[in-house]
């Protein structure tokens, strides 16, 4: 898509892919060494309803008694670079060096948000994602040690009911996602859920400002 000797290929630039989310699309590589993206709008949707999440007892327990330390926004490339980097969960990772270059400049802006799981030094765990809106679109996950990116959902999904969001898109469905309460709807559904959640404003940063409290929900 990108590459200069194709006539139709297009200049990626962040403002671009900010559009594309609006319209409830969004961008994918085959693999970390294509050089080129294209464009994904699923039929089916993915999202974890903000009003209708679980979080299983094992994690309840997980989240009252683990030793790491939850931070946001404080390292993009080693987020990025983590869930880039292929292990025994994933074979291959869909992460090449223009999504890399686009989602940084959009965290530099203030749009695209991480959330890590730091073990001392290390960071062992996180998220990233893409906030517009009352909408947050969840990218990629990764962990390094077990349930780290448990640990970093449940608390994306704290701070995205602290801020008022109305929207968690997760593109696609998986088991682990499903654990969490995971669902497909239909595309239409998605896009007037989408509208609705463009409407409105939501606070990334709320649940820094409140009293302190658990470090994840238990439940809606």
């Known amino acids: 898509m990108s590459r200069k000797s194709d006539p139709f290929a ?83 990772t869909w992460i090449n060096p223009e999504i890399r270059r686009l989602y940084g400049a959009l965290f530099d802006r203030g749009i695209v948000h991480t959330v890590e799981v730091w073990d001392g030094a290390d960071l062992v765990g996180g998220l ?31 701070r995205l009911v602290a801020g008022n969001y109305r929207l968690l898109d997760t593109q696609f469905v998986t088991d682990h996602l499903r654990t969490f309460g995971g669902i497909e709807i239909a595309r239409e559904d998605y896009e007037a859920r989408l509208a609705d959640a463009l409407k409105h404003r939501g606070d990334f940063f709320s649940l820094d400002r409140r009293p302190p409290g658990p470090a994840a929900p238990l439940s809606p």
Request: proline letters at 5%; a negative charge.
């Open 10 to 92: 297009i200049d990626l630039t962040p403002d671009l892919i900010v559009r594309a989310y609006q319209a409830g699309i969004f961008p994918m590589a085959e693999d970390a060494d294509s050089p080129d993206l294209f464009w994904v709008s699923p039929q089916k949707r993915g999202i974890i309803p903000l009003d209708a999440f679980h979080i299983s007892k094992s994690l309840r327990k997980t989240l009252r008694t683990h030793p790491y330390e939850i931070r946001v926004d404080t390292d993009f490339a080693g987020i990025i670079e983590g869930c880039a980097t292929a292990g025994v969960d994933r074979e291959t």
């Open 128 to 158: 990233y994602g893409v906030a517009l809106g009352a909408a947050f679109f969840g990218e990629s996950m990764f962990h390094r040690k077990t349930d780290c990116s448990k640990i970093a959902m449940a608390h994306l999904l704290h």
